[in-house]
C-alpha cells in the first residue's frame, strides 16, 4: 500500500478525481445516501487528504482537519472509506492507523474526534476512540461522535 498525504493545493486533478469518485461510490450509491458531498471543507488550509493506492488503484481514503475545523477542541478525521473491491484484508484498520499517525504526529496535544456509524463503534474502539455524546442521525443512517484522547 502507498500511502499519500497532501493538502487540496497539491492533488493532482487525477486524485481529486479518484478520490471524489470514490466518496460518491461508497457514501452516495453503496449506502445510498444523496448527500452534498463538496462541503467546501476539502480545500480549507489545514485539512489534509490520505490517499492509500494498491498500484494505481485509490483504495483507500480519509481526510483530516486540523484542530478546530472539524472538532472544536481536536483534530478531526472523516470521509473514512475503502473501495468495495479492497475490503477483507485489514485495510480498513490501515486506513486509521495512518489517519491517527497523521493527527497526532501534527497536533500531538490534540484529541481526534470523529464521526462514526454506529454499527462502526466496535471497529473505532479498537484504535482507542471512546463514544461522546448521545448518537445522531445523519443522512438517515445513526451515528455516534467518538473521541481518541490525545
Avoid at 485495510?91 to 486509521?96: Q, V, W
Amino acid at each position: 500500500m502507498n500511502w499519500i498525504l497532501k493538502p487540496w493545493s497539491a492533488l493532482t486533478t487525477d486524485e481529486l478525481y479518484e478520490l471524489l469518485a470514490l466518496r460518491a461510490e461508497v457514501f452516495v450509491v453503496e449506502q445510498s445516501c444523496p448527500f452534498q458531498d463538496l462541503d467546501g471543507v476539502d480545500r480549507r488550509d489545514g485539512v489534509l487528504h490520505l490517499l492509500g493506492y494498491e498500484g494505481d488503484h485509490l483504495a483507500a481514503y480519509a481526510r483530516i482537519m486540523a484542530p478546530g475545523i472539524g472538532d472544536d477542541s481536536g483534530a478531526a478525521i472523516g470521509r473514512v472509506v475503502t473501495s468495495p473491491q479492497s475490503r477483507g484484508g485489514g485495510l480498513g484498520h490501515s486506513l486509521l492507523d495512518e489517519a491517527v499517525t497523521a493527527c497526532t504526529a501534527r497536533w500531538p496535544a490534540h484529541s481526534i474526534w470523529l464521526g462514526a456509524q454506529a454499527h462502526l463503534q466496535g471497529f473505532y474502539g479498537q484504535h482507542g476512540f471512546a463514544p461522546e455524546g448521545e448518537g445522531y442521525i445523519e443522512d438517515d443512517i445513526p451515528h455516534m461522535g467518538m473521541r481518541k484522547a490525545p
